[in-house]
């Protein structure tokens, strides 16, 4: 496989499950990060990964919670979400966290519904 | 704050030239990226610039002033594979990238 992969597609939990997204790149880049899709909003930020130590982190909810077992592979678990919660959650990597044109890899996204 | 501003939407013809602006306030500057998004796929990247001026890269171009905070992506020989939204994004003092919203391109037979 090749890019970013992200598993799965699509998901829909209760407001009491806990249910975890996964996300693997194979392009030996050194960090990862999850965004927030909204319809008609910016992309938000929500954890960067650098050689699997977890530099930002902007104010997010702790009922999302990240795992960056490697640099190939980071997690987002999740529990107790709320309805607002419901979005496309991505995973990208880049070669590194602080060079100016490395552009982002995008995975297909995690569509996330949350009753 | 730092601010993206793009347009929500805007719809072409086919074979016609699109120009989608982006402007920007940021804290600092350290480039400026379009990606490509269709509808239920991942955003691609389609250009960098980080000097005033145009890039050109086949069917697509993008240019920045750096003194006026503005960016345009120009797509010229749209074909109906066009349609999807533009991200704008900048990259920050902290090499942090700001987004807009997106502009939905609509083209038309």
């Known amino acids: 496989e090749t890019g970013v992969t992200q598993t799965p597609r699509h998901l829909v939990m209760g407001m009491t499950n806990k249910k975890s997204l996964k996300c693997e790149q194979h392009?030996?880049?050194?960090?990862m990060y999850w965004y927030k899709q909204s319809a008609k909003k910016p992309l938000e930020l929500m954890f960067v990964?650098?050689?699997?130590?977890?530099?930002e982190n902007n104010s997010v909810p702790s009922r999302f919670s990240p795992e960056c077992p490697n640099s190939s592979h980071l997690f987002l678990h999740l529990h107790t979400l709320q309805p607002e919660d419901s979005a496309l959650y991505l995973c990208?990597?880049?070669?590194?966290?602080?060079?100016?044109?490395?552009?982002?890899?995008f995975g297909e996204g995690s569509r996330l519904t949350v009753l | 704050g730092q601010n993206i501003d793009q347009p929500t939407e805007m719809t072409a013809t086919e074979g016609a030239i699109v120009q989608i602006n982006c402007t920007y306030q940021?804290?600092?500057?350290?480039?400026l990226f379009w990606y490509q998004q269709h509808a239920g796929e991942a955003p691609t990247f389609l250009s960098y610039?980080?000097l005033d001026g145009l890039e050109e890269k086949g069917r697509f171009s993008s240019f920045l002033s750096r003194s006026k905070g503005y960016s345009y992506l120009l797509l010229k020989e749209l074909q109906m594979k066009d349609s999807a939204s533009y991200l704008c994004?900048?990259?920050?003092?902290?090499?942090?990238?700001?987004w807009g919203a997106g502009t939905k391109l609509i083209i038309k037979p």
């Open positions: 610039n980080v």
């Open positions: 940021t804290s600092g500057f350290n480039g």
């Open positions: 994004a900048v990259k920050d003092s902290n090499y942090q990238l700001i």
């Open positions: 990208a990597s880049s070669q590194d966290a602080t060079s100016g044109a490395g552009e982002l890899f």
């Open positions: 990964y650098s050689l699997e130590e977890r530099v």
């Open positions: 392009l030996g880049h050194n960090a």
